[in-house]
């Protein structure tokens, strides 16, 4: 367990509770070291799943005996995140719409509400696998550093669970109010305390990719989306078949193809001329080099490129060394929110909308979209 504080005046936190093993586990933490902790769950869809996952976080928060309330963000949560991600795969890339729900849900407008409906409080937490230094646990330091720190957010100590990945776009006002409890427990810690306070019966559900989904994506998108089938393509620009829909693809994909005399790979795919582009090569996956747009550095600022850095394409991706240079526009004219990342050795199925996540370490640099 944790340490008991050197607190006189405890800071209160509001725990993001999810229903799950993890969040319910962070409550648990902070409530042993004395802290004044209460428990919100985010209302964001009607699935059931997620209606019975509420149900589990109210029974979590009687169970600990601690405040628990319901905000309904799921009007925003349509608009922001499930819209926005039908038009990148409507586009053709392949977006990654829980970087983006960090952003602008549990971390951005989850903090304006709080501030709106005038609830008191110093910080949030969660159950994210990761950590932020300095911890500005004490109320005075926490002070201190809201007008002088620089937070930086580090890998958690369990590299398998650690979810840093997807925490790239917070930015300084938004990580000084976050904090995360299981940064320093593994997985399997977390689910021996949560059987030592009798969570374990209770708390069934882990997160899923996309919580948005129940089930099969494709039926998912055959259901908002409209099918374009057209014509599938080899390298040498012969037709080889027909796709469903490109919504359906995305690069590096071998399964459901659908063709025979395989295995293919998906190589591209030509938006503009609705096509399917395939290979039987794996080796023509691997790519040296990519641009990204939309980056962001934790810090606030940019640091002085080129630098060399460990690169994350993919949440399960094995992270490489690449050096990060400037792009540009026109010569000398350089475009601030576009990077080029040339890697050691090429990688397989750089894939555009996924997120490429920087590294110093174990600290977290920052992060952009790939867009080529």
């Not at 769950?41 to 928060?61: C, G, H, M, V």
């Not at 039908?86 to 977006?95: A, F, N, V």
């Not at 359906?248 to 659908?258: D, E, L, M």
Request: net charge positive.
């Amino acid at each position: 367990m944790l340490r008991q504080p050197l607190l006189t005046d405890s800071p209160k936190i509001i725990v993001a509770m999810s229903g799950g093993i993890d969040s319910a586990v962070a409550a648990a933490l902070l409530k042993e070291q004395g802290f004044e902790i209460s428990a919100i769950f985010l209302r964001l869809t009607n699935l059931p799943y997620l209606k019975d996952s509420e149900k589990k976080a109210k029974q979590i928060a009687k169970i600990l005996k601690i405040p628990f309330r319901v905000l309904d963000l799921r009007k925003e949560f349509q608009k922001k995140i499930i819209k926005n991600f039908l038009k990148d795969i409507e586009q053709g890339i392949t977006p990654n719409p829980c970087v983006v729900c960090n952003k602008e849900i549990k971390f951005g407008l989850l903090l304006k509400k709080l501030k709106e409906l005038k609830i008191d409080f110093d910080f949030i937490a969660t159950g994210h696998y990761a950590r932020r230094s300095p911890t500005g646990l004490r109320r005075e330091f926490s002070i201190f550093n809201d007008q002088f720190s620089n937070y930086k957010l580090l890998v958690a100590r369990d590299k398998e669970k650690d979810q840093s990945y997807f925490l790239w776009m917070l930015s300084q006002a938004q990580i000084r109010k976050i904090l995360f409890p299981l940064g320093n427990y593994t997985k399997q810690e977390v689910k021996k305390i949560a059987k030592k306070i009798e969570l374990s019966n209770v708390v069934i559900r882990e997160s899923q990719e996309i919580c948005f989904i129940k089930g099969d994506i494709n039926d998912f998108l055959k259901k908002h989306l409209k099918l374009k089938p057209d014509k599938i393509l080899d390298t040498e620009g012969k037709i080889i078949g027909e796709h469903q829909g490109l919504i359906f693809y995305t690069i590096g994909q071998r399964k459901t193809i659908g063709l025979s005399h395989g295995p293919y790979y998906v190589l591209d795919k030509d938006i503009k001329k609705n096509i399917l582009i395939v290979t039987k090569n794996e080796k023509d996956l691997y790519k040296k080099e990519l641009i990204a747009k939309n980056v962001h550095w934790i810090s606030g600022k940019p640091p002085k490129l080129p630098i060399k850095v460990k690169i994350k394409i993919r949440y399960r991706h094995k992270s490489a060394i690449a050096i990060i240079t400037p792009t540009q526009r026109c010569v000398g004219v350089i475009k601030k929110e576009e990077i080029k990342v040339i890697f050691n050795k090429p990688q397989r199925a750089i894939t555009p909308g996924q997120s490429v996540v920087f590294y110093d370490g174990q600290e977290l640099l920052g992060g952009g979209i790939i867009k080529r």
